[in-house]
């Protein structure tokens, strides 16, 4: 009979582990994450922050001309520790209990029922897992090594994606609770036009706290017979799925902004029923430089500049700010050197937009880590892994 305690069984001979002890490649992280739109906008099972983060490197790992998934993933457990204040030994039994926690996630398809048919079979349904564990290879951890496979029935989720969010890998793995890394993977969805506007039961589904069921997958029911809610109350919902993610991401790109919409007429008495939220991002990032930059002339200075040395206005216009003008002026003076040299730049366009977006990125994820910080050393909390 099988028990359901995990130590119960006989370990493995050392002759037949499939665990490699050594990188078996050189994981490049991009730094960046496409994730599939129908990913960012499904509904989510609540996980800990640390099986998010795992999978972030696994993703961030896949390339936008990769045509199949690798076998596997890999990649070292000291990158996880370095995103979370956890001492090396300690990570090893969160990274288990991640690995765990994924090896248990599952993805449902379903095919829904035509509007003039109410055959049953004419509705279809399966379920397939995140990660494949039929394998030789194995998912698990080794000499400080992680190893992931996933699914390769779900790589049309991963691969040659047409529609997909965007969002960069450092800002996000120091983020410490599951709903800030919810809104992180959805506002930057929003980051264009700057404003997210969700009703009321879309939301409690992207966050998790929709109708709770039994293992049959049926819907519970309280003693009068309605569905049982997490956080069932609307002051709860946004008290506990809001306020840390504005906490975490104030100061960030992604700060942001709410606001409820009520319901409008219906004959009610007292304060209207909120039916919607607006989210507001405080900083749109625009691929158009705003006209008022041309009006200050440090700013106008330095977009004249960079447009000489072939910077697109839409990197200007992401990056101007978060570079800042000292920085850029040593910049363009490296450009000037180097122009005056033996090494020539060959072409400014694709050379300097490279150098220009790599300084901007990187002054970004530095921005948002000294604010974490800075809040992490005012409050004098505790690393949530």
Known sequence: MESDNKNSLPPLPAESSALPTLLTYAPEHKQII????????ARQKKMTPMAKRI????????????????????????????????????IYNYVEAALRELAKVTWEFQKPRSKDSQDPKDYEWYIRNLLD?????????????????????LAPYFIQIAHYSKFQVESYMHLKSWYSMRFFEILSAFRDTGEWVVGLDEY???????????????VKKD????????????????NYTVAEPMSELAGTSLAFDYEPIYEQGGGR??????????FKLR??????????WFERPDEAKAITALRKWKVSDRNIARYLYAIGGEAIHKLIYGWQIKENSDKKIDDRAKYCNAVFVKL???????????????VVEKLGAKSNP
Request: with cysteine.
């Open 55 to 90: 999978m972030a490197l696994v993703i961030d790992q896949i390339r936008d001309d990769d045509f199949e998934l690798r076998p596997h993933y890999q990649f070292k457990i000291s990158e996880l520790a370095g995103k979370s204040n956890l001492a090396e030994k300690t």
């Open 133 to 153: 564990t039929t394998k030789d290879e194995r998912v698990g951890y080794k000499n400080g090594i992680v190893t992931v496979l996933l699914n390769p029935q």
């Open 360 to 374: 901007g990125k990187e002054a970004l994820a530095r921005e948002y880590k000294e604010i974490h910080d800075a």
């Open 283 to 292: 900083h749109v990032i625009s691929d158009i430089i705003p006209a008022e």
């Open 269 to 278: 008495r007292g304060r209207p029923k909120i039916i919607a939220l607006s």
């Open 34 to 41: 496409k994730q599939h739109w129908n990913v960012t906008f």
């Open 204 to 218: 409690r589904q992207l966050m998790d706290c929709w109708e709770q069921k039994d293992n049959y997958d049926r």
């Open 223 to 238: 003693k009068k017979g309605n569905p049982v809610m997490k956080h069932p109350t609307t002051k709860d919902l946004i």
